[in-house]
C-alpha cells in the first residue's frame, strides 16, 4: 500500500513536556516517525511519496476558522512577547466559569487548549498543516480507488478537537481524512480508533452526525487521560444517536480482552453498513509502551490489521500514538503486513 510521509514533521520538535509532575524530554518526538518509516521502508510495504498541499478548506470543514487561525499564528505572537522557549498554557476553565474568548496570548492558549502536555514551538504550524495534507493526500488516494492508504501522520490527531488541542494534538488528521471521504463518494465512513487513548477530538467532531460513525476502544477514562470523556455511555447525540461507540477496557487489557471488544467493533461497523474505513492507528496499546497500561504484543498487530481487513472496505490508516521508540516501528509494520495478508 501506497505510505504517506511528510520531512516536515520533525518541526514539531517540543523542549519539554510536563509528565507526571516534570519537564522532561516529550515522548512525542521526531524519532516516532522517522523509525515507523524506517521500519515501513525496510518490510517494502510500498511506495513512499511526500504530501501533496491542500488549503485550509478541508480543514476549516472540521475545525472552527478561528482556532486555525489561532494555531497559524500563536507562535509569532509568543515569540513577540520576548519569550523563546515552548508555549504552553496554565490554566482552564473551572465549573462555573465563563468559556468567553480572552484577547491575550495567554489567555488564548488557554481558550484553545486542554492539556499542558502538548507544546507549541517555532516549527509546530508547518508540522501540523504537513500532518493534515499527509492525512489528506492518503484520503484522496483511497476516494481516487485505491483500496487502502498509510499516512504517517505526526504530530497525531484524535485529541484534537473543532476548536481545541491537547494530547500531542492540534489538528484532527482522522476527523479531516473522513470528512474528505464524505465529500468524495463516500455516504457512510467510519472511523475506527485503536489508539490506547480515547479520541475524544473525533468523537466530539462527529457526535451529532449519523454519517460518521465513531468507534474506540481504549482505556478507561476512570483510569486514564482524557480522563473526563470516553465512557461507554456516550453513544451520541441528535441525528447521531446510537452512531457513536465507546470501548473502554480496563488497564492490563490484553489479547483475551482486546479482541472481544474488537468483535464488538466489527460487528457494529457491518450493522453500520460503513463505505470506508479510517483507521487512527495507535500502537500505545502495547506491554512496552512508557506511558500506556495495555498488554498487546507485536502479533498483535497483525491480527487486528489482519481483521480489519476482512470487513473488505477501502481503507486509510492514519497513524496517531505509540512512544516505545524501539517497538513502534515494527509493530507499525505487523499491523501493515496483517492487513496486507502477509
Ligand atoms: N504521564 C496520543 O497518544 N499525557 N496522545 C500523558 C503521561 C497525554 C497521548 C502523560 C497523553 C496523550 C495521541
Ligand atoms: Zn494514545
Known amino acids: 500500500m501506497d505510505v504517506i510521509y511528510n520531512p516536515d514533521h520533525v518541526l514539531q520538535n517540543g523542549k519539554v513536556e510536563l509528565i507526571n509532575g516534570k519537564l522532561e524530554p516529550p515522548v512525542e518526538c521526531p524519532q516516532r516517525a522517522d523509525s515507523v518509516l524506517e521500519a515501513v521502508r ?18 476549516v470543514s472540521v475545525h472552527d476558522p478561528d482556532y486555525v487561525d489561532f494555531l497559524a499564528t500563536i507562535w509569532d505572537r ?3 512577547k520576548g519569550r523563546s522557549w515552548d508555549a504552553l498554557p496554565l490554566n482552564w476553565v473551572g465549573r462555573g466559569m465563563r468559556h468567553i474568548k480572552p484577547e491575550t496570548v495567554d489567555g488564548q492558549l488557554s481558550y484553545y487548549s486542554f492539556d499542558a502536555g502538548t507544546p ?11 500532518s493534515a495534507d499527509t492525512a489528506l493526500t492518503g484520503a484522496k488516494r483511497v476516494a481516487n480507488g485505491a483500496r487502502s492508504a498509510f499516512s504517517l501522520c505526526r504530530p497525531p490527531g484524535h ?17 479531516i481524512a473522513g470528512q474528505y471521504l464524505r465529500d468524495n463518494g463516500f455516504g457512510r465512513v467510519v472511523i475506527l ?41 456516550e ?52 506491554e512496552a509502551d512508557p506511558i500506556s497500561h495495555f498488554k498487546l504484543k507485536t502479533d498483535d498487530y497483525a491480527r487486528i490489521g489482519a481483521g480489519i481487513a476482512a470487513l473488505d472496505l477501502p481503507t486509510h490508516i492514519i497513524m496517531e500514538g505509540g512512544y516505545a521508540l524501539d517497538a513502534i516501528g515494527r509493530n507499525v509494520v505487523a499491523f501493515l503486513n496483517g492487513f496486507e495478508g502477509r
Request: with cysteine; net charge negative; proline share 4%.
Open 42 to 59: 525496510n518490510a517494502g510495504i510500498g511506495q513512499v511519496s511526500e504530501p501533496e498541499k491542500f488549503g485550509l478548506d478541508p480543514i
Open 78 to 80: 509568543w515569540t513577540e
Open 120 to 130: 507549541i514551538t517555532a516549527g509546530t504550524w508547518k508540522a501540523v498543516k504537513g
Open 159 to 175: 485529541h484534537a478537537s473543532r476548536d481545541y488541542y491537547g494530547g500531542y494534538c492540534f489538528l484532527n488528521n482522522a476527523a
Open 193 to 233: 480508533d485503536v489508539d490506547y487513548h480515547h479520541g475524544n477530538g473525533t468523537q466530539s467532531i462527529f457526535y451529532d452526525r449519523d454519517d460518521v460513525l465513531f468507534v474506540s476502544i481504549h482505556a478507561d477514562p476512570l483510569q486514564e487521560f482524557p480522563f473526563f470523556i470516553g465512557h461507554a455511555d
Open 235 to 286: 453513544t451520541g447525540e441528535g441525528k447521531g444517536k446510537g452512531y457513536n461507540l465507546n470501548l473502554p477496557l480496563r488497564r492490563g487489557a490484553d489479547w483475551s480482552v482486546y479482541s472481544k471488544a474488537l468483535e464488538a467493533a466489527y460487528a457494529k461497523i457491518r450493522d453500520f453498513g460503513a463505505e470506508a474505513v479510517v483507521v487512527s492507528l495507535g500502537v500505545d496499546t502495547y
